[in-house]
């Protein structure tokens, strides 16, 4: 096998800016254990999607993934792989153990949905179509993840270097990476030497970490009754005010930058003066510089609202804004040139995948952040309605997500 394995390597290699998907397949064609376990992966798929199914019925609501963390732990033990545990921050962990401690490959998929405590999570099955709230985002990552323990206990693949699989928590909305940022900062410090991540569906990878900035703002004044009290300032005036002009923000398109006022909220009664208001803004970017400008000119727009609030009712029941950052991501970038986007390039030539690496906001940040080489790809199949109730997820040839991330396991275990 390590014969074998030496030839994959250097066919990855070779293909920097060219991909060589024949002479890759050729390769670990030599290797009987990858190919067992490849044809276990393709056997086992519709075993992977009622994985998937089962998982995405299990709530994982922000800040409560610890129910859906208990099926993943239990699958993961049944899977073959060794020291399954659950560290601080709750991802689950489990280890395929090499010949060797290093190279040590993780892979990655988060637990978490967008979706509240209460969503009903019953997913609709119409043919290849799965209907559900989280169907796609992540419960594909997830199913793919257990998916490739089991194949490699399927096949026995001896790998050089070490793998480890962890569904993490906190991915989502305000969760702020954190399962991820204590995987790497503090269960595996030290010990990682290339990171992928599986996020939701498709033949993406993504080499490029567009960076994001998460503000809650509160607008503060005295408050009163709507009409007795009239010509106080207003923090949902203010509050108003400036979701106006952010919306009227011209941002460049590349590097693409976006701006979102995702959550409004504050007040007591319909015919009551609020004494708060409240937002919460996302703001994004591959580029670190766009993304300081935008935050400068949001925070303009915010202080500027309280100065013409007070203004326009010449200081009565002045206003006060606190804008607390709430969250964010670093921007990065791995170098297409290197090993790890090279192998995911050639694998998804050779299966019939895209293969030309973009730009998303993922786990993978942290770990580029962190000057390790990593990527996140998709999980194969087709996903719509991402972070909304109506989200779908059409199998249609799924099985090549779950084989490719297979192959990339096993090629980056190797030195």
């Known amino acids: 096998m390590r014969a074998a394995l030496t030839m994959i390597l250097a066919v990855v290699v070779a293909a920097e800016g060219d991909a060589r998907p024949q002479q890759f397949a050729a390769a670990q064609s030599a290797d009987v254990r990858v190919q067992a376990a490849v044809h276990a992966a393709r056997r086992t798929e519709q075993a992977t999607i009622n994985d998937q199914v089962r998982l995405c019925e299990v709530p994982a609501p922000p800040f409560g993934e610890r129910a859906r963390a208990a099926v993943v732990l239990h699958m993961l033990q049944a899977s073959g792989l060794k020291n399954v545990r659950v560290d601080r921050a709750g991802n689950v962990v489990g280890d395929r153990i090499g010949r060797q401690a290093r190279p040590h490959v993780v892979l990655t998929a988060h637990l978490d949905t967008v979706f509240p405590t209460g969503t009903k999570v019953k997913v609709r099955r119409e043919g290849a179509m799965l209907r559900g709230p989280g169907i796609s985002d992540n419960c594909r990552g997830l ?13 026995d693949v001896q790998t050089e270097g070490s793998i480890t699989l962890a569904a993490t928590v906190g991915e989502e909305g305000l969760g702020d990476l954190r399962g991820v940022r204590t995987l790497l900062g503090e269960t595996l410090k030290g010990q990682v030497d290339g990171f992928v991540a599986i996020d939701g569906t498709g033949e993406s990878i993504t080499n490029i970490a567009v960076g994001s900035r998460r503000y809650r703002v509160t607008f503060r004044g005295s408050g009163g009754h709507s009409y007795n009290n009239f010509g106080r300032a207003n923090p949902a005036h203010a509050l108003g005010r400036a979701v106006a002009r952010i919306s009227d923000l011209q941002v460049p398109s590349r590097p693409k930058t976006t701006f979102s006022v995702g959550r409004i909220g504050g007040g007591t009664s319909v015919n009551a003066i609020p004494a708060e208001s409240w937002m919460e803004i996302d703001l994004r970017s591959s580029d670190e510089a766009a993304l300081e400008a935008l935050d400068r000119s949001v925070q303009s727009i915010i202080n500027n609202a309280v100065s013409l609030e007070n203004a326009r009712w010449k200081q009565n ?4 804004v606190t804008s607390e950052r709430v969250g964010g991501r670093p921007t990065g970038k791995t170098d297409p040139r290197s090993r790890i986007v090279q192998a995911a390039v050639t694998i998804s030539s050779m ?6 690496p973009g730009e998303a906001s993922t786990e993978a940040n942290v770990a580029m952040q962190m000057n ?3 990527i996140a790809i998709g999980g194969g199949g087709i996903g719509r309605g991402i972070h909304t109730l109506d989200e779908t997820f059409d199998s249609t040839g ?3 997500g779950t084989e490719r991330a297979l192959r990339l396991a096993i090629t980056l275990a190797n030195p």
């Open 398 to 400: 799924s099985s090549r």
């Open 143 to 155: 199913a793919v993840l257990i998916a490739i323990a089991r194949a490699l206990t399927a096949g």
């Open 351 to 356: 299966l019939g995948m895209a293969a030309r």
């Open 317 to 320: 029941g002045a206003l006060t």
């Open 372 to 374: 390790i080489p990593a």
